[in-house]
């Protein structure tokens, strides 16, 4: 019996892969490498002793998928594979709704062809919109504000009426915050193509001297110092937040919610503190207008998590910095082409 990871060889799947092989589950990595390399399969031996079977495939090609399912036992799917860049997805509206929507319902039909009806699914609290109060419970009301978000909404929403036709399915959906940081091994991490969207992966690159200044997005936001305040999260806590929701979907039938924060929000400045400490490099940055479509604050009420999964994130904003700093002084240009 085996695990598909779909998306596996990207940043939260190659780390999810990580754990799940060091409780020897069985792992078979699906992945179209339009955002991650295949390299990563070694560093993911180099960690585990272990190499995940590969198949390198779009969801959009349902034949081409349906060998991982002739050829494999899949048991449970934790499905990662998806475009996820904001503003993109505002630019290419109709290649995220495709992409995004036409490959999980391929996903799912052969999920169900096949009798694999455990799934752990990698949703967003982009899925909240713009918050009335934080911190954020999973009964907040759900609104997106661009075309990726609205695709992790629907997908959602396929899986809850999937759980509706078919009382068999277990499904666990997770809502990330922020995920950041890397392996401690430094050897897997995040690895955005072309100029970051997000804030650590281009504070990171401030500090290793490939960018001259961060610009900081608005300090008139009303938080203590200005700026956004966000519940950044490292990846590896998500990465086992991802085994106990599989766990967790393996017991029990229908389709549940999870937040997965900390629970704690930090600034865009303190943010640059902690970087800059752990780095032992000093980060520039410049204030600048506010991005369109941010909001002041978002952080989790990771209470549900706790008490359903039994998880709660262990590493602190210490931990996140220290970790991306090896990673990024290891990889300045990130994964090696092939
Ligand atoms: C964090 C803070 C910015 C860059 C996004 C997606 C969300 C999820 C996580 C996929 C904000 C500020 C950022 C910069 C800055 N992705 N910032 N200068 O926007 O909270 O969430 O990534 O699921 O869907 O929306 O993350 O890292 O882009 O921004 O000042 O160069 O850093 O204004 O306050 P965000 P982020």
């Given at each position: ?41 070694d ?5 585990t ?8 495939a ?24 998806g ?7 505002v ?10 929507i ?6 799912c039909?052969?999920?169900s ?65 922020n ?19 997000n ?25 203590p ?14 990465a ?34 902690a ?9 520039k ?13 978002c ?12 998880w ?11 970790d991306?700093?090896?990673w990024?002084e ?9």
């Amino acid at each position: 019996m085996s695990i598909l990871v779909t998306g596996g060889c990207g940043f939260i799947g190659s780390h999810t892969v990580v754990e799940l092989l060091s409780i020897g589950e069985d792992i078979v990595i699906l992945d179209n490498l339009s955002n991650s390399k295949e390299c990563v399969l070694d560093r993911i031996e180099t960690i585990t002793g272990k190499r995940p079977k590969f198949y390198k495939a779009d969801l959009l090609d349902i034949d081409e998928c349906e060998k991982v399912f002739k050829e494999n036992d899949i048991e449970s799917v934790i499905h990662f594979a998806g475009f996820k860049a904001v503003g993109e997805s505002v630019a290419k509206p109709m290649m995220y709704y495709h992409n995004n929507i036409t490959g999980t319902l391929n996903l799912c039909a052969l999920m169900s062809k096949y009798g694999a009806k455990t799934i752990v699914f990698s949703s967003s609290a982009t899925v909240y919109g713009m918050p009335k109060s934080v911190p954020i419970s999973e009964d907040f009301p759900l609104s997106t504000t661009n075309p990726y978000g609205e695709t992790k909404l629907m997908i959602e929403r396929i899986l809850s009426d999937i759980c509706v036709s078919d009382k068999e399915y277990g499904v666990s959906v997770l809502r990330y915050f922020n995920p950041i940081g890397a392996h401690e091994s430094g050897l897997i991490g995040e690895d955005p193509k072309g100029i970051p969207n997000n804030l650590l992966p281009y504070v990171s690159r401030v500090a290793a001297g490939i960018y001259e200044h961060l610009s900081v997005f608005g300090d008139d936001y009303d938080t203590p110092d200005g700026t956004g305040v966000r519940d950044y999260i490292h990846v590896v806590d998500l990465a086992k937040a991802h085994l106990c929701a599989l766990d967790y979907a393996r017991k029990n039938k229908g389709i549940d919610y999870f937040n997965v924060g900390t629970g704690n929000g930090y600034s865009v400045l303190e943010i640059v503190k902690a970087y800059e400490e752990a780095s032992g490099k000093p980060v520039k940055y410049k204030i600048s207008p506010r991005r369109p479509g941010d909001i002041a604050e978002c952080y989790a009420n990771p209470e549900k998590a706790y008490k359903l999964l039994g998880w709660k994130a262990e590493k602190g904003i210490e931990d996140m910095c220290r970790d991306l700093a090896r990673w990024q002084e290891g990889n300045p240009e990130g994964y090696p082409d092939n």
